[in-house]
């Protein structure tokens, strides 16, 4: 009986929460804390507790200013009813990201074709490998190649022009 007591407190439900009550400039409440039920608790497998009802609720407050003090009423957001869900959802994904719902996350897309013998390494923010060493002085013929970590023998591509060029008033290129 104890255990279906305990997994009852700390299952993902609405709780009595201390909300900050933030005025407009110029302006403090008292009280500056509100009483309200907010999502809280345990949720498995890298999910949240959010709310998937909420409610507007009021509050009276006393509002103070330089000069005066009234009563005055603050909307409060309360939670109704909550789920376990991701917090991370597919529209927060960059386009370099694919939603995996069972991680919660966006995640790279490609991050297989990073291969780390080559001294690379796998960039979260752009997906992407990226080289992580520093720029080589490279033997004569080659040079360096960021994208490659390496370096390269790069061949010069000879110049043809095409109908679109156009040649300079002394007819040179």
């Known amino acids: 009986m104890e255990l279906n007591h305990y997994m009852k407190e700390v299952t993902c439900v609405p709780?009595?929460?201390?909300v900050k009550l933030v005025p407009e400039r110029g302006y403090t409440?008292?009280?500056n804390y509100a009483m309200v039920n907010r999502?809280?608790?345990?949720?498995?497998?890298?999910k949240s507790c959010l709310p998937v009802k909420t409610n507007l609720t009021s509050i009276i407050v006393r509002r103070d200013s330089y000069n005066s003090s009234q009563c005055y009423e603050v909307l409060v957001e309360e939670h109704m009813k909550c789920k376990c869900?991701?917090?991370?959802?597919?529209?927060?994904c960059s386009i370099h990201h694919i939603y995996s719902e069972d991680n919660c996350a966006c995640e790279c897309m490609n991050r297989l074709e990073c291969d780390e013998s080559r001294q690379m390494v796998w960039d979260e923010k752009t997906c992407k490998c990226v080289c992580n060493k520093?720029?080589?002085i490279c033997a004569s013929g080659l040079e360096w190649v960021?994208?490659?970590c390496r370096c390269l023998r790069v061949m010069d591509m000879p110049f043809?022009?095409?109908e679109n060029f156009i040649i300079g008033q002394n007819n040179t290129l």
Not at 15 to 18: A, S, V
Not at 39 to 46: I, V
Not at 85 to 92: F, P, T
Request: contains cysteine.
């Open 146 to 148: 960021r994208s490659r």
């Open 29 to 31: 409440f008292y009280p």
């Open 39 to 46: 999502c809280g608790g345990f949720c498995p497998n890298s």
């Open 160 to 162: 043809v022009p095409n």
């Open 15 to 18: 709780r009595l929460t201390h």
């Open 134 to 136: 520093a720029t080589e």
């Open 85 to 92: 869900a991701c917090s991370v959802m597919a529209h927060h």
